[in-house]
């Protein structure tokens, strides 16, 4: 039929285009849907590995969780895991075979800042002039960055390349990130989504905006979302989990942030005296963002502990708690598997 239709575009009545529409929508269609099949085949299998390192019974929830999540009659609230959010990757210069996905909150700023000191020569001539978490964008904006870990493999060319990325708890990465955008006067000159100095406020719209770009809707992509949003969303983690290094940063351990550092800078092919002086140098500086020595944190952190945002920190964040293995909140099954809402509760309950 396609070659009369080439050959013969007389012939095409109406109802023979509509028949043949109609039949390379439904293979288009069928396709579609095996690949989709496939798609959540691999994450499920994904899923139930990582859950495996909680105890059989957060196990065998997770699991349950996730077909719940994909299934037609969907039951949970919980945010989807592993939806494509914008990733992003810097690399270093050669000789040095590093690549790095910056999480926001995750200590991105002074990472970035590390790989571009790496990645620019005219940078590094400076030793004593700059100040590497704060110079970066400056150098590097444009250069060094990649957004598919496909280019990395491309540019790796078959060598043993260090990619890595930093993940941190979920209930304090999210604290951070309100902290740094939604106090009164912040730094990041942020109005919160108008949600200023309430955490719940922040917290319920981040939910109705994973919920919208989930659905499609682009205009969600927001600087809050960017930053309070699922970590799991970032650094195709559904293709990429077993190719990037995963370390666990807390701004409490700085000793392990800065061991990590260093493991990596060296298997990366940096120089001895460079990693010297990046480890040097952070350790006797903070980002001026840095939030978990902020007094003013411990009444939101009291905030965050009330069962009701208990509960939507779950909601959003739960499949972080599961794949990078940190505890979840002590809630009962029941209040995991919440019934599927239309609308967010009310502040006031």
Known sequence: MLNKLIQQPSTCTSALCAAFAYVMYVRLRVSYDLETLRIRSQQQQ????????????????ASKLFHQNHGPGRSSNIIRPFVTYYPSYFITKRPQRISYCPIPKNMS????????????????H?????????????SCY?????????????????????NFAMIREPEERFLSGFMFMCTPNNTANSTCEGCIDDIRCALETVIEQARRFIAGDFSARTYLLWHLGPQNWRCHFQKNMDNIRIFKYSPRDQQKTLTDLTMVLT???????????????????????????NTRADYFRKQLKKLQMQKMLVELLYWDYIL???PLPALHESQLLLPLKKTLPNREE
């Open 324 to 326: 990078f293995d940190y």
């Open 46 to 61: 994904l899923v139930i590995r990582y859950a495996s390192n909680q105890d059989r019974h957060t196990a065998f929830t």
């Open 267 to 293: 298997e990366g092919g940096v120089k001895s005296a460079d990693i010297d002086f990046i480890i040097s140098h952070i350790s006797r500086h903070s980002t001026r963002h840095a939030t978990y020595r």
């Open 126 to 138: 400076n030793k004593n002039n700059i100040t590497i978490t704060n110079d970066h964008k400056r």
């Open 109 to 124: 700023t002074v990472v970035s800042g590390i790989i571009c000191w790496l990645f620019s020569p005219e940078f590094r």
């Open 142 to 162: 444009h250069k060094n960055g990649l957004h598919a870990f496909d280019q990395v493999k491309k540019l790796a060319h078959g060598e043993k390349w260090v």
